[in-house]
């Protein structure tokens, strides 16, 4: 696990506090939209990069909490409460969570995977093929949620200087969260079961149960982000849920570099960004994201934030030599 | 005598058409090093599997201090106080050698929802960590990786993990195999000192390790017991002598 340099990060905070101040709108919206997916990617990285469960279905619960959203809201011009349908959201998310966690997590490895996919496809055809919140289509939300505490008029989600200082408290909330949890009795137990998930039984871990609650919170977290994914866009649509979305934040926390909570906002922010450049140079964009991936994979198999390390110790070991 | 801590009743265990442990019976009593000898393929480490929980019996039962158990899981029998070694080394390669023991010593105290109470600073684990390397005489290695220690070390910090989580039942799988004559010794030494009160169950190949030991040998041969009692007695039991032809015990 590489170490976070805290000169560095202070660094990436003040540039975050100042950027509206410095850039249009349009950046101020693509960054909040990233920090959304950085809060996404350190969910996924509690599973994949923390307790070792590489989930291809991290989507259902990101999508659920947007759809709970536009479903707490009584008709699509009515306002709900932030403080109200947020909790009602993200519960929605753990609840999903639980339950298929506790399906499948009695598989292991690939089958872990595939069962993964397996249900949050059904998910997402159950928003396809029904005609809940408009079927493949998706649907509006007009109005974004009120934040008001009784008569105090608080912050407003519909201006996006406001959103995205939000959205930022949000990142630094979440991923303080997850560094307490990683440092607790509970984080050390995930990692444990990473390592060797047969030793932590035979020392008297219940590691089903263990996995279980990482699965729940990381759903749960999933689902904020997902919340306030639907607030800014002021649109679902079963995309939201969709294997490619379960697919881009796994590719997220793999590029940043697994397990360390910071290389998943890393890989958020670097995919992100290198889609909206490669996406303004030319129309076959995909093509060179593709290369670009792989050039990262292969250069830094540790990902982003691991990468220091691994070029360190090459050139230590060509001086050593 | 008193009642046995551990104790197996007709265990089987078949895998297909082989039957890997036939109807053994064996009881582990506090304070004896009981000791499981026999050929390659006779059924130990199967036995110290089902024991362990970590394979299910085809029939028979297990019972902990007189109590039959069903459904068996290793986490459930470590929560016990069973605990185990295996055959080969299995610790968590990247954390050091001191972490190892903290993770183990954990498992006594999972308390997992408190999730503000940074494991690190964990008073109790550190405590019984510490101890548990100190018995083993690693506390020098404490800071090294798992991955960093010498075979016998890392054989070593097997038994200081099981020693962390405080059992009552120690079922070590072969520990003192790969280890060098000075290294036997030691660990030899240790398993002595831990026998007062505590059940242990060896599985070993050294013979002169085994009978400069044992309270109690059980020899096995084809997935049954072949022989069992003081090692006076088992040394000259004709079946036994039959079956180690050749080899001088």
């Not at chain 1, 598989?107 to 093929?129: E, K």
């Not at chain 2, 096995?220 to 090692?231: E, I, K, T």
């Amino acid at each position: 696990m590489s170490k976070a340099r805290p000169g560095l990060l202070l660094l990436a905070l003040f540039a975050l506090v100042a950027l509206p101040a410095l850039t249009g709108k349009f950046y101020v919206e693509l960054v909040a939209k990233i920090m959304i997916m950085a809060v996404f990617a350190m969910s996924l990285d509690l599973l994949v990069g923390v307790t070792g469960l590489v989930s291809l279905g991290h989507a259902a619960f990101f999508g659920l909490s947007g759809y709970m959203l536009v479903l707490a809201a009584p008709d699509k011009y009515a306002a709900v409460s932030l403080w109200t349908s947020l909790p009602l959201a993200v519960a929605a998310s753990a609840l999903l969570a639980l339950v298929i966690g506790a399906l499948a997590l009695r598989t292991r490895g690939v089958y872990f995977i595939m069962v993964t996919l397996a249900f949050s496809q059904m998910v997402y055809f159950v928003f396809h093929d029904t005609r809940v919140a408009g079927g493949s289509d998706g649907t509006y939300l007009y109005t974004k949620p009120q934040t008001n505490i009784g008569s105090w008029a608080t912050f407003d989600l519909a201006n996006s200087t406001h959103f995205y200082y939000a959205m930022l408290v949000l990142l630094i909330l979440s991923l303080a969260f997850l560094r307490i949890l990683l440092a607790s009795r509970f984080g050390h137990a995930l990692r444990g079961i990473r390592s060797n998930e047969q030793r932590m039984r035979a020392l008297g871990f219940n590691t089903y149960a263990y996995k279980l609650a990482a699965f729940t919170i990381a759903g749960a977290i999933a689902g904020l982000a997902g919340y306030f994914s639907a607030v800014q866009f002021g649109f679902v649509n079963p995309e939201m849920l969709s294997w490619h979305q379960s697919a881009n934040v796994l590719l997220m926390v793999i590029l940043g570099g697994m397990g360390n909570l910071i290389g998943a906002i890393v890989g958020a922010f670097a995919l992100v960004l290198t889609q909206d450049l490669f996406s303004s140079l030319t129309k076959h964009w995909l093509l060179l994201m593709g290369g670009f991936v792989i050039a990262a994979v292969m250069l830094l198999p540790h990902g982003l934030t691991g990468g220091g390390l691994a070029w360190r110790n090459r050139l230590r070991g060509a001086r050593g030599g | 005598m008193a009642e046995a801590l551990l104790a197996a009743k007709e265990l089987t265990r078949r895998f297909g058409g082989l039957v890997a442990v036939d109807r053994v019976s064996l009881d582990l009593h506090r304070g004896e090093i009981h000791a499981l000898i026999g050929t390659n393929g006779a059924g130990k480490s199967t036995l110290i599997n089902l024991l362990a929980g970590e394979l299910a019996a085809s029939s028979g039962t297990i019972s902990f201090r007189g109590e039959a158990l069903a459904r068996l899981r290793p986490e459930r029998m470590a929560r016990l106080g069973v605990g185990r070694t295996f055959q080969r080394s299995n610790v968590f390669a990247e954390l050091s050698a001191f972490e190892n023991c903290r993770l183990a010593a954990q498992a006594r105290l999972p308390r997992a929802w408190a999730v503000h109470e940074s494991a690190q600073r964990c008073e109790t684990s550190n405590t019984a960590a510490a101890r548990a390397l100190d018995t083993v005489g690693l506390s020098p290695r404490g800071r090294a990786a798992a991955s960093e220690l010498s075979h016998g070390e890392r054989r070593g910090l097997e038994i200081a993990m099981c020693l962390a989580t405080d059992p009552h039942v120690l079922l070590l799988d072969e520990p003192l195999a790969g280890m060098g004559t000075e290294e036997s010794r030691q660990v030899l030494g240790l398993l002595r000192s831990l026998r007062d009160g505590r059940a242990i169950l060896l599985v070993e190949h050294d013979m002169d390790a085994v009978f400069a030991v044992a309270d109690v040998i059980t020899v096995m041969a084809d997935g049954s017991v072949l022989a069992s009692g003081p090692p006076e007695r088992v040394r000259n039991d004709q079946a036994v002598r039959a079956a180690y032809l050749g080899e001088t015990i």
